[in-house]
């Protein structure tokens, strides 16, 4: 059974950094389009950005183009999310997702496996 690891949360001040890592566990990594996802307290669960089979297919949310970058390696099957210029409004559970098929990359309900999530908080 595939399995979504994350990594890299904590807490940062406003315009501080942070790396997500997404380590995927007995699946087939390098055929899946990866994403991640966040989801704040009341909210919901909001697109981030997404990759797909090569480096160079990308989508991020308006919010956080130009301050995120997602990444993937294939051959140690993990995704990374390198976060910058970080906003309190960035503060959330943060979610690793994978699918099978680069399309429709922002909604949630086509990603076939989640991970458990990992928390970033952003002070202001």
């Known amino acids: 059974q595939v399995k979504l690891i994350e990594s890299g949360g904590g807490f940062v001040q406003t315009g501080g950094s942070l790396r997500l890592s997404c380590q995927v566990l007995e699946g087939a990594f390098r055929w899946y389009t990866m994403g991640w996802f966040r989801q704040a307290p009341g909210k919901e669960r909001e697109f981030v950005a997404a990759i797909g089979l090569h480096e160079d297919s990308t989508d991020y949310a308006a919010s956080v183009k130009g301050r995120f970058t997602i990444s993937r390696d294939n051959d140690k099957e993990i995704v990374d999310l390198q976060m910058k210029d970080l906003k309190p409004e960035d503060t959330a559970l943060y979610y690793c997702?994978?699918?099978?098929?680069?399309?429709?990359?922002?909604?949630?309900?086509?990603?076939?496996?989640w991970g458990q999530g990992t928390q970033v908080t952003v002070s202001s």
């Open positions: 997702a994978q699918k099978s098929l680069y399309y429709d990359l922002q909604s949630a309900a086509g990603y076939e496996n």
